[in-house]
């Protein structure tokens, strides 16, 4: 088993500036992919790397809904990271579509991140993924243990065993298994020393200081919705979909002190659950707007009016035209 972990002789981050690989070789520039069970670590993973916050998290499961691209800039390579939701047994037409995303991004690029929590063991979710994985023989895998800081050091030595085990039961030769902690920002630095080599060679796909190519309306989006998400019910997650209606300069502002109108309506899917997310006196969802506003301003770099309003579409989930109306 061969397990990659920071010489102590070399500080855990250098900001990008003196990595072996870069001094040897031509550009390179190309897609890797984080996969796992939902709620793996794979979008904290993804902002860690990139520096700054382009997926959403939360300690629910299946908060990612879209494919976003964080772009980790090097001076002689550039990766972009894909994030995909987290592969389940789908319930719903909706549950459907998003392992077909999973499936489809899979196929598409240059090397996969397989993320395994350390704080829990190998189950039942992991191997079903871990055995769709076995079945790609030519892109290489990377087994990336997350959460290193919730573990002391026999259970994390426990897990890396049992991840290495599970690669030879099925037939996978990681490229290599990588201990990491994204909150922690523990050997992040190193995971994408180990990422970039096995991106092809060429130019860089993205302009210098790009983040990610996901739309602005759609991002603005997402940082509702994990606001939404926080505090709720357990079923209420999967019902959630938000909507940024407009998005428009305010006009007769002076140049110096300019405001951004966000229209935005949050679906559910039954009139029941509108007072969960609105709560007592509109409460809850005041606080969604404070917080995700505040998310919005250090995204946009603009001020904002946030105008939220709570709609019913239901049994979306279900409907292949509100999926449709709703962006999925």
Not at 38 to 46: C, D, M, R
Not at 189 to 212: C, F, Q, S, V
Not at 257 to 278: C, Y
């Amino acid at each position: 088993m061969s397990v990659r972990t920071q010489s102590s002789e070399q500080p855990a981050d250098d900001g990008g500036t003196s990595h072996a690989h870069e001094a040897a070789g031509d550009h390179r520039a190309g897609f890797a992919c984080f996969v796992g069970r939902p709620n793996a670590g794979k979008s904290t993973l993804t902002n860690a790397l990139v520096g700054q916050k382009v997926a959403i998290t939360s300690n629910r499961p299946q908060t990612t809904r879209h494919t976003v691209r964080g772009i980790v800039h090097r001076p002689q390579a550039q990766l972009i990271l894909v994030d995909t939701p987290g592969l389940h047994k789908p319930r719903t037409l909706l549950g459907e579509r998003l392992n077909d995303v999973v499936r489809t991004t899979w196929a598409e690029v240059d090397a996969i991140g397989f993320c395994i929590p350390a704080d829990q063991k190998i189950g039942p979710g992991d191997r079903f993924i871990a055995k769709e994985l076995a079945g790609i023989k030519k892109t290489p895998k990377i087994a990336v243990v997350t959460k290193t800081d919730l573990v002391d050091g026999r259970a994390l030595a426990e897990q890396l065993i049992a991840v290495d085990q599970l690669g030879r039961e099925l037939g996978i030769t990681w490229a290599e298994i990588v201990p990491v902690s994204a909150t922690a920002n523990q050997q992040v630095e190193l995971l994408a020393d180990l990422l970039i080599p096995l991106m092809p060679e060429g130019p860089a796909l993205y302009p210098e200081g790009d983040l990610t190519d996901e739309p602005e309306q759609v991002m603005v989006a997402e940082l509702i919705r994990e606001a939404a998400l926080e505090g709720v019910r357990d079923e209420l997650p999967h019902s959630i979909a938000v909507v940024v209606e407009e998005m428009l300069p305010r006009e007769d502002r002076p140049a110096d002190k300019p405001l951004l109108d966000i229209h935005a309506n949050l679906f559910i899917e039954r009139p029941s659950q509108k007072g969960i997310v609105i709560g007592p006196k509109g409460k809850r969802l005041k606080d969604v707007g404070i917080k995700s506003r505040k998310q919005i301003e250090a995204l946009l770099g603009t001020p904002v009016f946030l105008d939220l309003h709570v709609k019913v579409a239901k049994d979306w989930q279900r409907d292949p035209k509100q999926l449709r109306r709703l962006g999925f």
